[in-house]
């Protein structure tokens, strides 16, 4: 199964890029390939949330149940329905000094086995661009 990890530094308080990092609903409003967010359900230490992405033309659909470690500053994911078999990660802000190391990971199954060996690394190449461009967003809302 295909796994990817971006990270990136930005400067800020921790504190401040985990309230944006954990305000998905907002997402489409700074990340241009989000179509849309909508929370579904919202509990204590949780959501789930809809997705609809534009990925190079191509609509993908997927429901996730956020899970918030505020404590942590972490947010863990998991597709619960959706386009791939598989979707799911973290998000992880780590403070170093004044600034702060952001880390997304995903780990992704396309779910057609006779043609993942084709897809696959394809589909890396997407989640990464997509994950480092999410990252950059972010950044971009703190350093601004």
């Known amino acids: ?17 985990y309230e944006i990092v ?15 967010v909508e929370i579904l359900e919202r509990g204590e230490d949780y959501t789930i949330s809809h997705w609809v992405s534009n990925a190079d033309g191509r609509k993908i ?17 998991a597709q619960t329905s959706g386009d791939l078999k598989k979707m799911e990660g973290e998000w992880n802000i780590i403070p170093n000094a004044d600034a702060c190391e952001v880390s997304l990971s995903v780990d992704f199954e396309f779910g057609i086995p006779m043609i ?9 190449k997407k989640v ?8 950059a967003a972010i950044k971009e809302q703190i350093e601004k």
């Open 1 to 17: 199964m295909p796994y990817v990890e971006c990270k990136t530094t930005i400067k800020g308080d921790p504190k401040k890029i």
């Open 22 to 36: 954990s305000d998905m609903a907002a997402y489409p409003s700074f990340m241009k390939d989000l179509v849309s």
């Open 61 to 77: 659909v997927w429901t996730e149940k956020d899970s918030f470690f505020p404590q942590d500053l972490k947010i863990a994911y």
């Open 116 to 124: 993942a060996g084709l897809l696959n690394p394809i589909l890396k």
């Open 128 to 135: 990464r661009e997509n994950s480092e461009n999410m990252l």
